[in-house]
């Protein structure tokens, strides 16, 4: 495992050192634009690890990605290995069926210290993730190209909120995830890391899919389709556009490799099945 293989993999040809706000946006950028956030593993007969040295192998040595556990747990191996203060986060997401949260440690996210501000890094939630990472010091809106987040805090709770064009109605906040800031480990995702490939009420359960953020818009792959998203410019008129095109079988695994760099070892199952809520909500 050797941090300089991973920069090489995610593109990043800047010095990693000093531990710098620049080098910190710089590393979670070009990890989202280099790394997918696929669960392809649940769908070709494997069964996803966290230990440190096989998520290194698949994710740099194999150019695989990963769903939040597995994206974000070796996102904090390469920041802590180049300097900087990183603490996992245990958080919840919202559902968007039943507008409730799920269970603790539902998601992985991370809190980096620097030079006395705290800031939220994500490579590991897909569509609605931020490209930035987003100050966890103020409840100000912080807006990253269509998209506007901002962190709202509760007592020891926060919300990751965010509105924009396409997912949302632009003047309504929407509850994405919440967390608090208490330090967790790996292990202690390890439960929620098996409930999600195989639960039928997990998104990674239901559905196959990979998807890759690009310089002005996302790709996504998901059962049988391929979906391409075009973000609106700054250019007055401007809008999402979105293109879904029907794939056969035998597409798949050549999109796969084509446009996102996937190469499976074993045969993938295309699923899209509808979720079944969870019986118990947060």
């Given at each position: 495992?050797?941090?300089?293989?991973?920069l090489l993999?995610?593109?990043?040809?800047?010095?990693?050192?000093?531990s710098t706000?620049?080098?910190?946006?710089?590393?979670?950028?070009?990890?989202?634009?280099?790394?997918p956030?696929?669960?392809?593993?649940?769908?070709?007969g494997?069964?996803?690890?966290?230990?440190?040295?096989?998520?290194?192998?698949?994710?740099?040595?194999?150019?695989?990605?990963g769903?939040?556990?597995?994206?974000?747990?070796?996102?904090?191996?390469?920041?802590s290995?180049?300097?900087?203060?990183?603490?996992?986060?245990?958080?919840?997401?919202?559902?968007?069926?039943?507008?409730?949260?799920?269970?603790?440690?539902?998601?992985?996210?991370?809190m980096?210290?620097?030079?006395?501000?705290?800031?939220?890094?994500?490579v590991?939630?897909?569509?609605?993730g931020?490209?930035?990472?987003?100050?966890?010091?103020t409840?100000?809106?912080q807006?990253?190209?269509?998209r506007v987040?901002?962190?709202?805090?509760a007592?020891?709770?926060?919300?990751?909120?965010?509105?924009?064009?396409?997912?949302?109605?632009?003047?309504e906040?929407?509850e994405?995830?919440?967390?608090?800031?208490?330090p967790?480990?790996?292990?202690?995702?390890?439960?929620?890391?098996?409930?999600h490939?195989?639960s039928?009420s997990?998104l990674?359960?239901?559905?196959?899919?990979?998807?890759?953020?690009?310089?002005?818009?996302?790709?996504?792959?998901?059962?049988?389709?391929?979906?391409?998203t075009?973000?609106?410019?700054?250019?007055?008129?401007?809008?999402?556009?979105?293109?879904?095109r029907?794939?056969?079988?035998?597409?798949?695994?050549?999109?796969?490799?084509?446009?996102?760099?996937?190469v499976?070892?074993?045969?993938?199952?295309?699923?899209?099945?509808?979720?079944?809520p969870?019986?118990?909500?947060?």
């Amino acid at each position: 495992m050797d941090p300089r293989g991973y920069l090489l993999r995610i593109g990043y040809a800047a010095p990693a050192a000093p531990s710098t706000l620049s080098a910190l946006r710089s590393l979670h950028n070009s990890h989202l634009l280099s790394v997918p956030f696929e669960n392809l593993t649940v769908h070709s007969g494997g069964r996803v690890q966290l230990d440190l040295p096989p998520l290194y192998d698949k994710i740099v040595r194999r150019r695989r990605g990963g769903f939040c556990y597995e994206n974000n747990t070796l996102f904090s191996w390469l920041l802590s290995q180049v300097g900087f203060q990183v603490t996992l986060l245990s958080c919840q997401v919202r559902n968007s069926i039943t507008c409730r949260y799920g269970p603790p440690f539902d998601h992985l996210a991370l809190m980096v210290a620097l030079g006395g501000q705290r800031w939220l890094c994500d490579v590991g939630f897909g569509a609605l993730g931020f490209r930035d990472p987003l100050s966890l010091d103020t409840g100000e809106p912080q807006r990253q190209g269509h998209r506007v987040y901002r962190v709202r805090k509760a007592s020891d709770m926060h919300f990751l909120e965010g509105k924009g064009q396409g997912d949302v109605k632009e003047e309504e906040w929407v509850e994405i995830y919440k967390f608090t800031l208490q330090p967790r480990r790996p292990e202690d995702f390890a439960e929620m890391c098996v409930y999600h490939q195989t639960s039928p009420s997990s998104l990674f359960f239901c559905k196959s899919l990979c998807s890759q953020l690009q310089p002005g818009g996302r790709l996504t792959y998901i059962g049988h389709k391929l979906i391409s998203t075009t973000f609106p410019t700054q250019q007055p008129g401007s809008t999402l556009h979105i293109v879904t095109r029907e794939l056969e079988d035998e597409e798949i695994p050549v999109i796969l490799k084509e446009h996102f760099g996937v190469v499976l070892t074993s045969p993938l199952i295309p699923k899209d099945e509808a979720i079944t809520p969870p019986l118990t909500m947060y």
